[in-house]
Nanobody, 126 residues
Framework: QVQLSESGGGSVQAGGSLRLSCAAS????????IGWFRQAPGKEREGVAN????????FYADSVKGRFTISQDNAKNTVTLQMSSLKPEDTAMYYC???????????????????WGQGTQVTVSS
């Protein structure tokens, strides 16, 4: 049973940084996609970034490109989302999701991901 657990959310002022972690358990496949999604109140969930653990290739939404960095630690089965230059519009509940097993470029839509964490809140004040 794949389980995902996010940590690292919190409150920060605009321009600040936060680091989110997604710890995966019950995952035996090396080749998988881990995606970060977010949902703000009254809005649909949107993809933020993803990483294919087979070769480390990444994808970023235009809204976070240049500010967020997704990375993996295979030894710890953890994926991290480093968020910098945060803006109030980044305020949302952030979720990590897994598509496993998978080979190749990661899909960007939430419907493609079968496993989800419980979410961690990120609040950016102006």
């Amino acid at each position: 049973q794949v389980q995902l657990s996010e940590s690292g959310g919190g409150s920060v002022q605009a321009g600040g940084s936060l680091r989110l972690s997604c710890a995966a358990s019950g995952v035996t496949h090396t080749w998988k996609c881990i995606g970060w999604f977010r949902q703000a109140p009254g809005k649909e969930r949107e993809g933020v970034a993803n990483i294919y653990t087979g070769d480390g290739s990444t994808f970023y939404a235009d809204s976070v490109k240049g500010r967020f960095t997704i990375s993996q630690d295979n030894a710890k089965n953890t994926v991290t989302l480093q968020m910098s230059s945060l803006k109030p519009e980044d305020t949302a509940m952030y979720y990590c999701a897994a598509k496993v097993p998978w080979w190749g470029a990661c899909p960007a839509t939430e419907a493609d991901y079968a496993y989800w964490g419980q979410g961690t809140q990120v609040t950016v004040s102006s």
